[in-house]
């Protein structure tokens, strides 16, 4: 017989930051250490319903995209007893997210590429969903998760520069979203200053991540 | 407390058939059904290494590609009580296979696409594994697990097709795979009866499935 537990890396952008959810464990074991919103799976809940419940509870956001990424399994990963966590991410965009409480210690929204020591294999968690996120931009419209309703070009490749840590080439980049799915221009412009306007953007079908063919 | 299984897709191709391995399932639930193999978790075992046995001990095949597929966890997919299904598929070439047995009515090669009713959610652990596969096709090299130590580029579009269960184009497929890695013309020719001569090619790293940029 087995713990069963689902974890939940929940991502978001802010100021070109990809961040992570995280809470601090107020009981053993790694009391006090930074890890990911998660817990025990009740015996009735579905694995997605548990995982879709955890995310409502610590971000009061619902109906994000959240996919199950993998589950972890080695032996004495938790100290207590074989506990399997099969674990999740979410990705959430900015402005559903309420104001930041920065001086929060028992809740913080971390760089993803800087993070605390935290409890249990979560690090590895975290890594895992950081590359699989990472992978899915280059097959997938699964940036448009993190677009608010109106964004520019610019925007969206800050986006993906932001989750690749890397900068990209501008031209490339436009090549590339050209055919992305679920985007539209919404024939309106964004002017700012004194810089050339920029085409506003807007996403169709936000509950669908799509491979592009 | 949840019981912890964990269920292997094993394909293999054969005759321009995509086959699953299945076992009849000699106790109850489902006494006489056919599953995927698979079994319960010994606490002290990693889940890879709990596939990866149960993989050698079904096919005699060892070192073939094996990836966490997805856990499958609603509260009542077993009629005993709670069994999360940590699911995985494999891959195996078929020549790595013993000769079918076709009239074993305990092991069976069966065909993907006309599958008897399985125990359990196995049904949906296949059809999952089959969608994983080929979505994969379309940005990775995954479809070279199923070569020989040479091939043409007939015998791999016909992998292709396979998996696919639709006809590609021919010149549009060269042109997708000119560029996979792990592949290189071995500079020898196939020549079969009165056809043209084809250009064999090998694998070059045959443990490596990797993404297509």
């Avoid at 929940?10 to 053993?28: A, H, P, W, Y």
């Avoid at 520019?152 to 490749?157: A, F």
């Avoid at 501008?170 to 799915?181: A, E």
């Amino acid at each position: 017989m087995t713990g069963l537990a689902t974890d939940v890396v929940v991502f978001t952008i802010r100021d070109q930051c990809l961040r992570v959810l995280l809470v601090r464990r107020s009981g053993e074991p790694f009391a006090g250490r930074w890890a990911l919103p998660g817990g025990m799976v009740p015996a009735d809940e579905a694995l997605d319903d548990c995982a879709n419940r955890m995310l409502g509870e610590k971000t009061g956001v619902r109906g994000v995209y959240l996919e199950q990424l993998y589950s972890f399994g080695a032996p004495r990963r938790d100290p207590r007893g074989r506990v399997v966590s099969v674990s999740y991410y979410a990705l959430v965009p900015p402005e559903r997210i309420a104001p930041f409480a920065d001086g929060d210690d028992q809740l913080a929204w971390m760089p993803a590429g800087a993070l605390p020591e935290l409890a249990f294999d979560h690090r590895d968690i975290v890594e895992l969903a950081h590359r699989r996120l990472a992978a899915k931009l280059d097959y997938s419209n699964i940036a448009l998760q993190f677009m608010g309703e109106r964004f520019t070009l610019s925007e969206l490749q800050s986006v993906y520069e932001t989750i690749l840590g890397e900068p990209l080439d501008k031209r490339n980049f436009r090549k590339r979203v050209r055919n992305l799915p679920c985007i539209e221009d919404t024939g309106e412009w964004f002017r700012a200053g004194k810089h050339r306007p920029a085409r506003l953007f807007r996403v169709t079908r936000s509950d669908r991540v799509e491979i592009i063919k």
